[in-house]
């Protein structure tokens, strides 16, 4: 049935114009698109929304009230099952609701989407779903696409973003919330799922209020999503997507660690997406149990320098050579040099030099640097310097994602390596590969986890706008229990935040989850990493499953951090 | 049954020291370990050996027969069910085996040796059976390790060669074969099984050549491995390793398509490993539908320079741009650029200003190119000039292989566009990803297909020694029916060779098997690449899979080389 099947997403030109072609997916695709997905048993049966206690934010209470004075202190609410003293049930009525991506990509965005959409099919029967195209961007401007069921079915567990692709823009000015507010008129929405990050959940939130002052009937709800996995808290365990991409990354180090071992002769230095926090090393090391693993929060617990790190790793490189091993593999998050304060000091001094002055070839632009900048920089390999002097944003700043960390921990590595040789304190040779495992775990197709989590995701935001709610996020919870005995409801998204000031003025923000050293994941870590260095403690996970034996596997840090698994 | 078993090879340094701790396997390793591996079902009943016609070589036939007196003109043979007319079968006699893992690492490896070590318990009860450590260094040397069941256990269908390890060492002087010849005759061996690509098994024949000449009882049986995909022929369908490295790559390429397809604004340039041939490559192109997939072999044939290969690249990106689409994926193969004849002038006339000549910074040293040559270095983006002065191999030589083609190519057609881009030709945008897959993929568990191809490949050998024979590699066919179907024998090696002269002397050699521009899977790609480059036909194949659907399917190249696909 799946075959010569042709979906576009409007034919529209530009980067939201995609063609899903069914007569070329693969088998795995193909049997992925029709697997059956299991829901809570909640949500299989008549529900109802229990309301909790009035809620407050996780700080500066006050002036999240100020910022959010019609949602604040709203409650969280759970769906259970349908009795007569329910406190509140969805309504009878059909609605129209607008769903978008906002951000990166994670495995299992298309699953929310059908996770809605069989909501609005089966509960609110008559219902209509937009899809806003290309992110924010498409809320602002009106594109979208009606979704049908022929639509939707040829993402239903699958990789990727492309049914109606994403975007970064925010709704930040008066005008965009303008458009938006616009845009929601036109369609006569009664409800949008926001599917995001941090920043988007924040901005779902403060749409939301927009929404709600302007005594509008548009509700909205949010979603959390990233593979990093900064998002999450008590009432959001996770974000979707960490688990398949952890798992592609934890397949492919595994792999590297093999080849390792046989060749006897490489070190494999693997950075690894994430952005500023460590979660995706932290769980990659918990699955494949690396030599070294460099977590970003601890190096800026301790106020590690450059050299810190380079010595801590050379460290381990020396010990394992005498014990006649010149290879392993070492994990590097992508965020590294970012909890570096040494090299936020350096970079700073370079975006403010650079703006003014020429960097002349004789080098005496460095004397501008103030000494320990300028000692930090010649002590950085030349590929790096001029990584650094050279690759620029629009903005003119240095970008610090784009250095290529690993390879820069190789050459620092490999100077000192040879100073300890020539001091004949060591007698090993070394050789570094370096990777980065990025790209490839984004659009992976979602594990059965993935899959499973999006779709109650989902699902249970078409329940929270159906009973009415607005300003909550979908939760999802009891992740390491079968996925019948998961916990579905809606938490205040003005609980989760906090304020930042920015120019002078208090933004409210949803705080990144960093790793926390005193946390079940790092800890258990942090109890084995010793013995992973010298010994040889390999695991390879293999390739992801969707049948058979760790087909259902949930992930180390869950596991850890819901206590289903002990430090 | 699998935890808490640390098996270790024997506890010698260096890099054949490995061990396998079964307590930190994976469920999915766990699960392939106790996976029952299917056999040919003439492997599976008592069997006779069919000798066929005297064959000749590959050619020249006169020279190999000089260099081959006792093996030359042997027949091959297969395996047929054993009857009073059989022409051979195999001895009552215990033996004692020996193997080798030789060159770099193929999913497989270990299925090869578990099927001798199998072959053995079961029909030769009582053998023996030693495996050389860290390659053919390990026989020279005489550093081996009796392998038992429990020895064999942890590495059933596991991916890596650490089981004993494989190097890259040659037996080549009279004084090497001497060393091997002691340490046959020390270990009483009635046989060698050598598991290695087409210098390997050369050699493998070498050996045989030799302890013929010497009267030893000592018989070499080959066995094709590589997952470069470039040793095969009719006899020997497939070199094992190449379908689980395709599949792996074609994993992470269908990811990255995905991710291209979701963003809408990467040009992901993927360079595969694969050594000269574009065997890899082509698979992949054929498995996941790629806008571009550039195959060495063809640029060589069209003698095309770098600037042709970067017009057609630019091209098809501009093409895709005035249909709306600023992203793709395009593959490169790893040996490329040893296709195209101006780069590999270019290379040879650096390597000998490099040895007699300094490089000056004011670049006064470039006058010494050939004028071509020195407009072509010129056409280079400035990292790869540097690389191509800085990294030298310890012989001084440029290091073709560790060229970053990928980077390379984006910065070219980068600077094509942006001269189009000013002509008013392109009105697009690009930005370049680069990417390149190789470690990832030579370890990996061996899919479903190469378990099985390995443990026949494995119980062949053992077959073959046992019914006396020598010179011949192990030869497993009609690949694309049920295992049960598939035909077992051995070719002989010298049948196989042809000879090269180098430095005044006839050389034999197992020509490595390119990409054939008349061949099936080339021609198939070829008829519809101008549709995937222009259109987006992408397929993911998700990770491998071992059970369920996808989990049995032949790689594209057999199914098209064996005649079962049409092209």
Not at 197 to 212: H, M
Not at 448 to 457: G, I, K, Q
Not at 500 to 517: D, Q, S, Y
Request: hydrophobic share 40%; aromatic share 8%.
């Amino acid at each position: 049935m799946a075959t010569a099947v042709a979906v576009s997403n409007g034919g529209a030109k530009g980067p939201a114009a995609t063609t899903r072609v069914m007569s070329v997916y693969s088998e795995v695709q193909t049997s992925r698109l029709n697997h059956n997905l299991p829901l809570p048993s909640v949500l299989r049966a008549p529900f109802a929304l229990l309301d909790g206690p009035p809620s407050s934010a996780a700080g500066n209470p006050d002036e999240i009230a100020k910022l959010f004075p019609h949602l604040f202190g709203q409650p969280s609410a759970k769906l259970v099952p349908a009795t007569d003293t329910a406190s509140s049930a969805a309504s009878s009525g059909t609605l129209k609701v607008g769903v978008v991506l906002s951000g990166g990509q994670a495995p299992g965005g298309h699953n929310v989407i059908s996770g809605i959409f069989d909501y609005l099919q089966e509960k609110a029967k008559g219902s209509t779903i937009y899809g806003f195209k290309g992110g924010p961007a498409g809320i602002m401007k009106c594109k979208y696409v009606e979704l049908t069921p022929e639509f939707v079915y040829p993402f239903r567990n699958q990789g990727g973003f492309d049914m109606i692709c994403s975007g970064r823009d925010k709704i930040e000015t008066p005008q965009q919330f303008k458009e938006a507010e616009d845009t929601a008129a036109k369609l006569d929405l009664d409800g949008l799922v926001v599917i995001g990050g941090d920043d988007s959940n924040t901005n779902a939130c403060l749409l939301a209020e927009y929404f709600r002052s302007k005594n509008m009937k548009t509700r909205v709800i949010g979603c959390p999503k990233t593979i990093d996995g900064d998002l999450k808290c008590k009432e959001v365990p996770a974000s979707f997507g960490f688990d398949t991409a952890c798992k592609i990354y934890s397949e492919m180090i595994g792999n590297v660690m093999v080849d390792a071992r046989s060749t006897g002769k490489y070190y494999h230095f693997v950075r690894l997406m994430g952005r500023a926090a460590s979660h995706i090393t932290l769980e990659c090391a918990l699955q494949t149990h690396p030599n070294i693993a460099v977590i970003g929060e601890e190096v800026a617990a301790k106020k590690q320098t450059l050299k810190n790190v380079t010595d801590y790793i050379t460290d381990i490189i020396c010990k394992r050579a005498e014990l006649g091993y010149n290879y392993g593999v070492i994990l590097i998050p992508e965020g590294l040099i970012d909890f570096i304060p040494e090299v936020q000091t350096l970079i700073a001094e370079l975006n403010e030099i650079l703006a003014h002055d020429v960097v002349d070839e004789a080098g005496v632009w460095k004397q501008k640097l103030q000494p320990q900048c300028q000692q930090l920089f010649e002590f950085l390999p030349q590929a790096i310097q001029e990584q650094l002097l050279l690759e620029r944003d629009p903005h003119g700043n240095v970008q610090v994602a784009k250095i290529e960390t690993e390879k820069m921990l190789i050459s620092m590595v490999e100077t000192e390596l040879e100073k300890r040789k020539a001091e004949g304190k060591y007698a090993g040779h070394f050789k570094g590969q370096s990777h980065f495992f990025g790209y490839e775990g984004r659009c992976g197709m979602p594990t059965n986890f993935d899959s499973n989590y999006c779709y109650a995701l989902g699902y249970a935001a078409g329940a929270l706008l159906h009973c009415g709610k607005t300003g909550l996020i979908s939760s999802v919870g009891n992740l390491c229990a079968p996925v019948e005995e998961w916990t579905v409801g809606g938490t205040a998204l003005t609980s989760l935040m906090d304020v930042e000031r920015r120019h002078g003025k208090f933004k409210p923000v949803i705080k990144k989850a960093m790793v926390e050293l005193d946390g079940a994941p790092f800890k258990k870590f942090a109890s084995m990493r010793d013995e992973w260095a010298i010994k040889n403690r390999y695991i390879s996970p293999g390739p992801i499953q969707f049948m058979g034996p760790g087909a259902n596997d949930v992930n180390h840090t869950l596991l850890l951090e819901l206590g289903v698994v002990q430090a």
